[in-house]
Each structure stands twice: as C-alpha cells, then as structure tokens.
T-cell receptor, first 115, second 116 residues
Framework: AQKVTQAQTEISVVEKEDVTLDCVYE???????LFWYKQPPSGELVFLIR??????QNEISGRYSWNFQKSTSSFNFTITASQVVDSAVYFC????????????FGKGTRLSVIA | DTGVSQDPRHKITKRGQNVTFRCDPI?????LYWYRQTLGQGPEFLTY????????KSRLLSDRFSAERPKGSFSTLEIQRTEQGDSAMYLC??????????????FGPGTRLTVL
C-alpha cells in the first residue's frame, strides 16, 4: 500500500521568510511519481510539479524549489521569500506504476503568510 | 481554454435522499477521476474511468455510490440514501493519457455536499 505523510499540519511565517514543507512517502513500487498541488482558499487544486522515481535532480521554478531524496523517501518543497499569495493548503501526492493511476494524497499543510 | 467543470457547486440534502453530481472534463482528456475530500484531509480516491470504461473503484465506494461515464465525455456520480457521513467535497479531475507519457490531473472546483 502507498502512503504519504505531511507531518506539518499548519505553518505560519512572516512575508519574505523562506519556508519548507515536508513530505515523506511510502511505496514498495520502484516506479512511481510524486506531485505537489496547491489548494488556495478558493478551493480548486492547482498542479505545481511532477517528479518520477528515476529523477532525483532538484528543481527550481522561480521562488519554488523541490528536493527529492530517495534515500529518505522525501520530496520536500521550499518557498523562498514567501508572499501573502502563497497562503494555501499544499498537498503532496504519490502515483505508482505509470504515474497516471489515482493519486494518494497526504493530509496537507496549511501555510499562512502574514504581511 | 475551458477547465474541468462540476455541477452543482453546492448541494444540501436530507438524510436518505439521492443526489447526483456531474463532471465535465477538459474536452480531449480520456481519463476522469473522482475524489472525496473531508475537512482537514487530503482528497481520497473514489473511482476512475478511461473513456467510458470504469477501471477501478476504491473500497471507500460503498454500494450506495455509482458512477458512470456513458459516452466517454462527462461523468455522473450518484449517491443513494445519503448519510451524514457522506458530507464532503466531491472533486473531479481529468487527464490525457497517451502511451507512457505522464500528465498531471486537472481538478475541478468540486461539489460540496451537506447531508442534514
């Protein structure tokens, strides 16, 4: 069975601080995909990134960066110089096999960025 | 570019009533997924379709739940004899699967169900 754990339920930071959201996953499959989604107050899930199990390169996209470490089964997400618009619930998710199978989500981390 | 749409956005019903939700995926997407999200939790998978074929149903999907995607386009999710525990946000997502390419799932705004 697959499992995704986001141990941080809520995080509050002051604007311009850096913040890291943790994600730990469990699967016995050797081929899998990891995702991050953002759920703003409006409620609609927004895709942020996809990573496959064979690609451990870190990725940076603007103020967002992701650190994938298979040795610790972690896929952490860092926001640099946080902004109020980053306030949302962030979900880490896992999909095994082809990556097009149903997603297994963590419980999410609610991020509040205070001006 | 039209995203995933869901109807209705909100539904309030009395325990024991039947409800039906509709999802219209992005037009060229062949995969359609249903998830359920309760307060403070991540979405949980219910069922998914490849075109009109239902590929998998979660153990969460009791006999009171049924989903269809009759022509491989829109999908409906019906809950019969609703219970208070069915109160949740029901999310629909779609994706385009071609060969081995992995594509993200695009989510709709959800239907919030409240069972009184």
């Amino acid at each position: 069975a697959q499992k995704v754990t986001q141990a941080q339920t809520e995080i509050s930071v002051v604007e311009k601080e850096d913040v890291t959201l943790d994600c730990v996953y469990e699967t016995r499959d050797t081929t899998y995909y990891l995702f991050w989604y953002k759920q703003p107050p409006s409620g609609e899930l927004v895709f942020l990134i996809r990573r496959n199990s064979f690609d451990e390169q870190n990725e940076i996209s603007g103020r967002y960066s992701w650190n994938f470490q298979k040795s610790t089964s972690s896929f952490n997400f860092t926001i640099t110089a946080s902004q109020v618009v980053d306030s949302a619930v962030y979900f880490c998710a896992l999909s095994v096999f082809s990556g097009n199978t149903p997603l297994v989500f963590g419980k999410g981390t609610r991020l509040s960025v205070i001006a | 570019d039209t995203g995933v749409s869901q109807d209705p956005r909100h539904k309030i019903t009395k325990r024991g009533q039947n409800v039906t939700f509709r999802c219209d995926p992005i037009s060229e997407h062949n995969r359609l997924y249903w998830y359920r999200q309760t307060l403070g939790q991540g979405p949980e998978f219910l069922t998914y379709f490849q075109n009109e074929a239902q590929l998998e149903k979660s153990r969460l999907l009791s006999d009171r739940f049924s989903a269809e995607r009759p022509k491989g386009s829109f999908s409906t999710l019906e809950i019969q004899r609703t219970e208070q525990g069915d109160s949740a946000m029901y999310l629909c997502a779609s994706s385009l699967v071609t060969g081995i390419a992995v594509n993200e799932q695009f989510f709709g705004p959800g239907t919030r169900l409240t069972v009184l």
